[in-house]
């Protein structure tokens, strides 16, 4: 390409000629007429894909509850695998990356992995799996999950996704809330070059549960527990079974998938997703907004454990007939080039991660990058924090040599897929800002009184009417949380976001971050209360409170404030316990960075503590005034522990 990729007009960014003339989408018309009639313009998307039976309704509202496509008749893998057979069959459709260098990657062409799907799907129905049944999958980064998630689909099943990484306890929880039979699991992986035992967890985690087979897929080779009976390995079950498969025909209104984000108390929301208003937005967003052509290498660095990997990971490049990559290690392992040398080996174009890993990446300096070509990227993505503008250039200079569009992607679990973002041939990328909501995407920024906001006023992110087909549809067997959650704040037909966000005066969209009591460490989504409730297990501790610190890589990182029991234990001792408590709980992946045990927690006089007054000892704000505490002595002991 040209000099001309990207030109520069004040601080926007827009698309030049050359990348304008390829795109999927360049002209801007595109807005007004979805905005006109947004039901229809998704209608008109729905078209493209195959339908059994073609629905009756685009888009039925019984606030706060809403369908998509009613009355249609729809199989998402028949979509994203059978139709791609006619022209892709041998065309690759999953590359997978192991972790060991030494390891060769494992190529499945378009018909390779439906003949997969088609034989897992068989193994799954000859357990007795029937449509509606629900299946965990606790898998790391392998063909498999992608398997078993297209097999669950092929049949009509709901899978239920657990991020690898997360703690037998935090597997239990989520096994229980969707009463799953079957769980899909490995002997282990690869994770900085030593094996994770996953099946021990497993074994932790299905305990008081209904889980009565497990799936055991042979990956590491370890030594791992078995129990006669109850486990299976994957290689046994489909080494007879037969390649053919028919889909199970699903209404379009039916559950596709759960999947759990964090909740206001310790307890997961098991979001309902399902699936043909999912397949229409997965695969346009995907399609659009990363401007796929035939010959795309996609690759998002997300683990399928979140509702990331699920679309773009798994659906939105099949769907589009693209070839998706996943890799299993970690990203700096064993050097910090380990992504790039995989962008060049395999030719990836577009390339799709998380700011905490760029800021991480800029850390390790400019040298690592200079040994790797990077020349076979088009298009830059980001999605899941806030992409502050050093790092949005960093990305845009030296990982996309001023080539590539940058495309920052906003949206939540609970809506499926993208919402907002710009769209790489029209542009503009404003560093720091996301862009324009989606085509047929309706958004507005409101006060707490519902107002309206004008430019560059910050409020709260809310989705109108008619929302977006890929929406969630409830909250698993919990319709209170989702009234609550999502249908409270403004009533029932606008959906609140829990993001402050403003707008310039192009409309442009900045987020500025939640405001509920979620914190986002390193992309990661945990509640306050899920870590609190975490270390309240513990025998010692009487008082907890946590708070998010503003971290330069992470974005955030949970600081933990506990008051403990009176216990001849060494303080040293007890912080650490406090660690691995969470750790136990939850999984290693969101732990406090630091712990100070108090005398005492700053509360009102109603009891309830001040995390705020907390907070504000990191983020050098005045503590303002402390006389409607119950006890503000406790700030300044508190002050003096952590400032010293
Ligand atoms: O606060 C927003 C932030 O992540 C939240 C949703 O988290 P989760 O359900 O884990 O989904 C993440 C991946 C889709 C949002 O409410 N968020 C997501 N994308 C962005 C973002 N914050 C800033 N910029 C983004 N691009």
Redesign the pocket.
Known sequence: MGKEDIIKKGDLYFPGEELKKGAQLKDEAIYQKAAKDPVKFWEELAQDLKWSKKWEKGFSHDPPYFEWFKGGKINITQNALDENLKERANKPALIWIPEPIEEQARVLSYQELLREVNKFSNVLKKLGVKKGDRVGIYLPMVPEAIIAMLSCARIGAVHSVVFSAFSPAALKIRLQDTGAKILITADGYYRRGKIMNLKENADEGVKETEVEKVIVVKRAGNEIPWQEGRDLWWHELVKDESDQCQPEIMDSEDLLFLLA?SGSTGHPKQIMHTCGGYAVQAKFTGKWIFDWHENDIFWCT?DIG???GHTYGVYSPLLNGITTLIFEGAPDWPEPDRWCQIVDKHQVTVFYTA?TAIRMFEKYGEDFLKKHKLDSLRILG??????DEAAWYWYFEKVGKRRCPIV????????GG?L??SLPGMGPFKPSF?GLPFPGVKIDILDNKGKSLGPDQQGNLVILPPFAPGFLRGVYKNSKKYLETYWKQYGKEIYF???AAYRDKAGLVR?V??VDD?I?VA???ITIGELESAIALHEDIIGCAVVGKPDEIKGEVPIAFVVSKKTEKPVEQLKKEVVEQVKKEIGPIVLPQEVYLVEDLPKTRSGKIMRRILKKLFTGEPLGDLSTLANPQSVEKIKKIVCG
């Open positions: 984000t997300a979140w509702i990331t700011p980001s999605v899941g924090e806030i992409f920052d992607t906003w949206w939540q679990t609970e809506s993208i907002i973002s996301i976001t829990s993001d987020i971050g939640r979620v986002k992309g990661h989504r």
